[in-house]
């Protein structure tokens, strides 16, 4: 096994990384309530654990290491390519960055920021105006901003995922439910009959193949 430690321990790319993306779904979800702050938190943390595994220390590899060293000979688990784990595991013999997982990973990625920018604008006039969001991505569900979030999740477990992220998924999916959940109430609230008419046609996170269904997701 060849000494692949000099592809890591670069911190300065971790934080260039980290704050590219977080920037970047600021710039789409804008945060202003203590929700969207706890949220938007949750997210940014789950970056900068991945990042800091894929550029700083790979903490998953090295826990592993024993069992992937014995399992898969020749590969140098040191090295960057190598965290791309899917591809190692799988086979994949050529650039890692060019397998299927993380061209996978790319259409999640994408579509969850889409969503984000595509949800945003919606959102924040319908806030201005005082009325419901019901128009583009809140025309199919009822929360695309954790969609987007979850989407772009998914992405990166598909590219690069680690022991700490995988742990953390699942907690920041319930989290992002419950405060569907606590939107919903509010919503409630303040629409009344206006709202209970939209949930019962728009699913809450996946969109129906058919409108005639008044069953939610």
Same mark, same amino acid.
């Given at each position: ?97 060019? +397998?299927?997982?993380? *061209?996978?990973?790319? &259409? ?5 920021? =889409? %969503?984000?920018?595509?949800?945003? /604008? @919606? ?24 969609? +987007?979030?979850?989407? *772009?999740?998914?992405? &990166? ?5 680690? =022991? %700490?992220?995988?742990?953390?998924? /699942? @907690? ?32 809450? &996170? ?12």
């Amino acid at each position: 096994m060849s000494d692949g430690t000099f592809e890591y321990g670069l911190w300065s790319l971790v934080l260039l990384n980290s704050a590219v993306f977080i920037i970047f779904a600021f710039s789409f979800f804008k945060p202003e309530t203590t929700r969207d702050w706890r949220s938007f938190g949750a997210f940014s943390a789950f970056l900068v654990a991945l990042f800091t595994e894929m550029y700083g220390f790979p903490l998953t590899i090295y826990l592993l290491s024993g069992w992937l060293q014995t399992t898969y000979p020749g590969i140098d688990w040191l090295s960057h390519d190598a965290g791309h784990l899917p591809e190692m595991l799988f086979g994949w013999k050529s650039n890692p960055h060019l +397998g299927p997982f993380h *061209i996978i990973s790319f &259409f999640f990625i994408g579509g969850g920021f =889409i %969503l984000l920018s595509s949800a945003w /604008p @919606v959102l924040h006039a319908a806030q201005k105006a005082g009325k419901l969001a019901t128009t583009g991505p809140y025309a199919r569900i009822r929360h695309p901003q954790y969609v +987007g979030f979850v989407a *772009i999740l998914v992405g &990166f477990l598909f590219q690069w995922p680690t =022991i %700490l992220t995988l742990v953390m998924f /699942p @907690v920041l999916v319930v989290m992002y439910w419950r405060l569907s959940l606590s939107e919903e109430r509010e919503a409630e609230a303040s629409f009344g009959e206006e709202y209970r008419r939209y949930i019962s046609n728009t699913p809450r &996170f996946i969109p129906r193949l058919q409108t005639s269904s008044s069953s939610q997701a």
